[in-house]
């Protein structure tokens, strides 16, 4: 058991709701639109503080509520553990472990890991870079804490950068310094866990693919040669006022049996290799870190055949815990599980 309680007020289409889990493997049942994706997105927020669907938190109030609530009573080595968020329609955010306010969002992510199963992790293959951008970034910031933070500073800094590029040119330097420092970091810690991923996507192929991620980046190695990187493109950005290097441009290229996935690839290959990295990516979060992880499956496991069904099945047995979502009852059953009724509000 990782999480034994979820509470939700004024989040998505919940006024209030209140879950209590006796199991290990939870069946969210019910029709398409009561909610239940959205009580996983509920899980994952608490986890990483950012949703899964990518959707900014103001997106997340309840209409016509200015704030929502989550409070997710976690089972813990030394007892039970409650943290309580509260995100304000001003984006403001407070955060309490225990009822006890936490300052930095980095402190607060290290208490349980989520992956997240859902139709939309096709995009990672087939969709815009911006979406395995997204796949890196949420996987690696479940490893390294450090990273979330760093990126988040890069973030800010990109945006302030932008908005000067726009507003204020002769301003744009001053962010140039926060900017070079973090993109060498972010670069390598990218390219890292690309290989990572790319070794166990075939360990789990088992030979009956080859797969490859090659990752392309003009983040330079250092600090000072980035620096350079502003002077020599400080034309072309007051021209097109952006900023032309750096993290936000990094793209990854997926090979399947040395052709270009979101170009060549099948809507079977696809779909094999979007189950794939996230199982590589729950294989990874499972062995480099010691907090617990629970497993996120929105309706995934209605468009795997048999096999795959079963080598999902078989890779997450040691989560700690495991929520599905089914429009439709399951064509399995598992040991420990237990069956929560979503109705449309």
Same mark, same amino acid.
């Given at each position: 058991?990782?999480?034994?309680?979820?509470?939700? /007020?004024?989040?998505?289409?919940?006024?209030?709701?209140?879950?209590?889990?006796?199991?290990?493997?939870?069946?969210?049942?019910?029709?398409? +639109?009561?909610?239940?994706?959205?009580?996983?997105?509920?899980?994952? =927020?608490?986890?990483?503080?950012?949703?899964?669907?990518?959707?900014?938190?103001?997106? #997340?109030?309840?209409?016509?509520?200015? @704030?929502?609530?989550?409070? /997710?009573?976690?089972?813990?080595?030394? +007892?039970? !553990? /409650?943290?309580?968020?509260?995100?304000?329609?001003?984006?403001?955010?407070?955060?309490?472990?225990?009822?006890?306010?936490?300052?930095? %969002?980095?402190?607060?992510?290290?208490? =349980?890991?989520?992956?997240?199963?859902?139709?939309?992790?096709?995009?990672?293959? %087939?969709?815009?870079?911006?979406?395995?951008?997204?796949?890196?970034?949420?996987?690696?910031? &479940?490893?390294?804490?450090? *990273?979330?933070?760093?990126?988040?500073?890069?973030?800010?800094?990109?945006?302030?950068?932008?908005? $000067?590029?726009?507003?204020?040119?002769?301003?744009? #330097?001053?962010?140039?310094? @926060?900017?070079?420092?973090?993109?060498?970091?972010? $670069?390598?810690?990218?390219?890292?866990?690309?290989?990572?991923?790319? $070794?166990?996507?075939?360990?789990?192929?088992?030979?009956?693919? &080859?797969? $490859?991620?090659?990752?392309?980046?003009?983040?330079?190695?250092?600090?000072?040669?980035?620096?350079?990187?502003?002077?020599?493109?400080? !034309?072309?950005?007051?021209?097109?006022?952006?900023?032309? %290097? +750096?993290?936000?441009?990094? @793209?990854?290229?997926?090979?399947?049996?040395?052709?270009?996935?979101?170009? *060549? +690839?099948?809507?079977?290959?696809?779909?094999?290799?979007?189950?794939?990295?996230?199982?590589?990516?729950?294989?990874?979060?499972?062995?480099?870190?010691?907090?617990?992880?629970?497993?996120?499956?929105?309706?995934?496991?209605?468009?795997?055949?048999?096999?795959?069904?079963?080598?999902?099945?078989?890779?997450?047995?040691?989560?700690?815990?495991?929520?599905?979502? =089914?429009?439709?009852?399951?064509?399995?059953?598992?040991?420990?599980? @237990?069956?929560?009724?979503?109705?449309?509000?």
């Amino acid at each position: 058991m990782v999480i034994n309680s979820l509470e939700l /007020t004024n989040f998505r289409n919940f006024a209030s709701r209140k879950l209590v889990f006796h199991n290990r493997n939870i069946f969210f049942t019910g029709a398409n +639109g009561s909610g239940k994706s959205n009580l996983l997105e509920s899980i994952a =927020f608490s986890s990483l503080l950012r949703s899964f669907r990518g959707a900014p938190p103001r997106e #997340m109030i309840r209409l016509g509520s200015r @704030e929502f609530q989550l409070k /997710t009573t976690l089972c813990t080595r030394i +007892g039970t !553990e /409650t943290l309580h968020i509260i995100e304000h329609a001003s984006g403001r955010r407070e955060l309490f472990i225990q009822g006890s306010p936490v300052r930095r %969002s980095s402190d607060f992510i290290r208490e =349980f890991h989520t992956i997240v199963f859902a139709p939309e992790d096709r995009m990672t293959v %087939s969709g815009s870079s911006g979406f395995r951008r997204r796949f890196f970034d949420i996987l690696i910031s &479940e490893i390294e804490p450090e *990273y979330l933070l760093r990126l988040a500073r890069y973030q800010r800094a990109l945006n302030q950068r932008n908005r $000067a590029l726009k507003t204020a040119p002769h301003t744009a #330097m001053a962010f140039e310094a @926060e900017l070079a420092e973090q993109a060498p970091f972010i $670069a390598d810690a990218r390219r890292r866990y690309a290989e990572s991923i790319a $070794a166990e996507c075939n360990t789990l192929l088992n030979g009956k693919a &080859e797969f $490859a991620i090659a990752h392309h980046t003009d983040s330079a190695a250092t600090a000072a040669e980035h620096r350079k990187l502003f002077d020599l493109k400080r !034309e072309s950005e007051l021209r097109r006022q952006c900023t032309l %290097s +750096g993290a936000q441009l990094d @793209e990854f290229d997926f090979y399947y049996n040395g052709k270009l996935l979101r170009t *060549y +690839g099948s809507t079977g290959q696809i779909r094999l290799i979007s189950l794939m990295l996230k199982l590589a990516q729950f294989k990874l979060v499972s062995s480099r870190s010691d907090i617990p992880v629970a497993v996120l499956a929105d309706d995934v496991t209605g468009e795997l055949d048999e096999s795959n069904v079963q080598l999902f099945l078989d890779t997450i047995a040691g989560a700690g815990q495991v929520f599905f979502t =089914f429009a439709e009852p399951p064509r399995f059953t598992l040991p420990d599980s @237990e069956t929560i009724a979503v109705a449309e509000p």
